[in-house]
């Protein structure tokens, strides 16, 4: 009996889905995109409905050629491409190209590579999705257009060979009206009082900021001349706690990696690059050989705008949290992250482990250095999701400095302690600066009234 063809982007793919499907199904790949519009010319005909002329990309025919022989043979043929507008896409031209009109096709969408992932997406086929494939060919048409006009402007202006789609160019605005609001910023002076403080008698200090006067109003400080006049004033005068207020505060941990946040967190944390960050997430999201147990696909799909996270996933996350950090670190129900991206696909996933009980202390041996680093990023950062929430304890002390002629000022101080870690445990986002500008300040216990 002929055997079914199942047609993928990537060798490395291919690989691992092959050794799912066993002997019936032959996977071959098309090494990405088959069609694409001309290089040397716009290739869109603006006065016929902007419609594209698409050829085969350079060196793609002998490709074209092995699918159309392996297709003659194929009782049918499942388009296996990535589960996004472009993997649509890229069946689509596969069709156009290799002439497949005619045979049975069969369109399958998973969103990780597992033995029981690939078995159900095969379960349940459907049919191209020409609203995605349009969705695609308008981004393209789109690049194209905005890309012819603006390109050699940019070989003018900055240098040749770069390239100006739709992306770069809103990218490229962006910078201009920011360098026109940083040319346009009139700098202005301000000074700022910090006064060390201790308890009478004892030799540790702690900190405290001037922030304003006692009975509410501001002081600003707009030169040298001025503050030193001040500053002469609060050296000679009396300081003691008028208050001291405490708060339990919660900090919840971040939502499981979109592809924005994993490029984010990717450069604080591993200085890696975009670029450099994606292509890690294709091999862990392919699949590497673990061992005995073959080509594994480590993560979900890496090209997600959505937070979603599937119902099993959530189950297995909460039972290993339980497990190996206790009941304490878990919070009553699985925590559920509302869509912040506008238009966000949410038939996708986040991106997270196939399986949150393959540590990354367990693939050490596997992975090379980098992929070890991103899939522990993510591994850690889906983990901390569903982790209880860190509990944190603020004291905040006011203090009033009396000067001689009676004015009195008012100085704070504060400082916050975790007193419960929760999903900080394993898991804390780094930002790009120190946002509160926060300093570690250990304050000792003060009472209202008590002298400094």
């Known amino acids: 009996m002929s055997k079914n063809l199942v047609i ?44 594209p002329t698409y050829i085969v990309v350079k060196g793609k025919t002998k490709v074209i050629k092995e699918i159309k022989d392996g297709a ?55 049919t191209i999705d020409l609203k995605l494939v349009n969705a695609q060919q308008a981004r393209r048409i789109l690049d194209r257009l905005v890309g012819y006009k603006l390109s050699p402007l940019l070989w003018k202006k900055v240098r040749r060979g770069l390239s100006a789609g739709r992306v770069q160019s809103v990218a490229v605005k962006l ?3 920011r360098e026109a609001e940083i040319l346009a910023f009139v ?30 109003g501001k002081i600003e400080l707009k030169d040298k001349e001025q503050t030193d006049k001040l500053v002469a004033k609060l ?37 890696f690059s975009g ?37 099993s996933a959530l189950a297995e ?8 950090y206790g009941k304490e670190y878990l919070p009553p129900t699985a925590r559920h992250f509302a869509k912040k991206v506008k238009g966000a696909q949410e038939a996708h996933e986040a991106i997270r482990p196939t399986s949150v009980r393959r540590e990354p202390d367990a693939l050490h041996q596997y992975l090379n250095t980098e992929q070890i680093k991103l899939y522990t990023l993510i591994w850690q950062r889906m983990v901390s999701s569903q982790m209880a929430a860190a509990q ?28 419960f870690p929760g999903f900080l445990t394993l898991y804390q986002e780094s930002k790009d600066e120190d946002e509160n500008g926060e300093k570690k300040n250990k304050l000792p216990q003060l009472s209202k009234g008590e002298k400094l």
């Open 317 to 324: 996350t909460r039972d290993y949290i339980a497990g190996k």
């Open 72 to 126: 003659k043979m194929a009782k049918v043929v499942y388009l296996a491409t990535d589960p996004d507008r472009e993997g649509e896409a890229i069946s689509w031209h596969l069709i156009e190209a290799a002439g497949l009109g005619k045979k049975q096709l069969k369109r399958v969408v998973f969103h990780e590579i597992t033995k029981e992932a690939i078995l159900d997406a095969f379960k349940h086929p459907r």
């Open 235 to 271: 050296e000679k005068a009396s300081y003691a706690a008028s208050g001291v207020r405490q708060k339990q505060t919660s900090r919840q941990p971040a939502p499981p990696f979109i592809t924005s946040t994993l490029q984010q967190e990717a450069w604080r944390k591993l200085r």
């Open 392 to 419: 944190v304890d603020t004291t905040t002390v006011d203090i009033e400095a009396t000067t001689a002629a009676k004015e009195k000022y008012l100085f704070r101080a504060s400082n916050s302690v975790i007193s």
């Open 8 to 51: 993928v982007e990537s060798p490395a793919k291919a690989k691992t889905l092959g050794q799912f499907l066993g002997s019936d199904y032959t996977v071959t790949a098309s090494l990405g995109h088959v069609r694409d519009l001309p290089e040397k010319e716009i290739g869109i005909d603006v006065e016929n409905d902007f419609a």
């Open 175 to 177: 910078i201009v009206d």
């Open 275 to 311: 670029k450099q960050t994606m292509a890690i997430a294709q091999q862990l999201y392919e699949g590497l050989p673990l061992g005995e147990a073959g080509q594994v696909g480590l993560i979900t799909y890496m090209r997600t705008d959505s937070t979603n996270v599937s119902a």
């Open 187 to 216: 700098p202005v002076e301000y000074w700022s009082i910090e006064a060390e403080l201790s308890q009478e008698g004892k030799k540790s200090s702690f900190r405290t900021n001037l922030v304003g006067l006692v009975n509410g």
